[in-house]
Nanobody, 124 residues
Framework: QVQLVESGGRLVQVGESLRLSCLVS????????VAWFRQAPGKEREFVAV????????YYAGSVKDRFTVSRDNAKNMVDLQMNNLEPGDTAVYYC?????????????????WGQGTQVTVSS
């Protein structure tokens, strides 16, 4: 059974940093692309970042590029999202997702496995 479990979300102040983690189990993680998405209240889910199975250069949404860093440790089955200089617009539930195969990596429609999400709130 495939499981993704996010952790690390909490209330922070503008400009602070936060590190989210996604623990993947039930699959050989090195074969899977693992991405982060987020959904703010009243908004659609949006892509944040992805680290592909072959660990090529990560890909980021424009709104988080230069502030967020996604990393993966296949030995630990973990994918982390380091978020720096947080802004109120980063407030959302953050989800990690995993899947494999040739497909668009920045679309939530192409991921089969999802975590339950972790809440990040950035207060001004």
């Amino acid at each position: 059974q495939v499981q993704l479990v996010e952790s690390g979300g909490r209330l922070v102040q503008v400009g602070e940093s936060l590190r989210l983690s996604c623990l993947v189990s039930g699959v050989t993680m090195r074969d899977y692309d693992v991405a982060w998405f987020r959904q703010a209240p009243g908004k659609e889910r949006e892509f944040v970042a992805v680290r592909s199975w072959n660990d090529y250069s990560p890909y980021y949404a424009g709104s988080v590029k230069d502030r967020f860093t996604v990393s993966r440790d296949n030995a630990k089955n973990m994918v982390d999202l380091q978020m720096n200089n947080l802004e109120p617009g980063d407030t959302a539930v953050y989800y990690c997702a995993a899947d494999f195969g040739l497909r668009p990596l920045n679309s939530g429609k192409t991921y089969k496995y999802w975590g339950q999400g972790t809440q990040v709130t950035v207060s001004s």
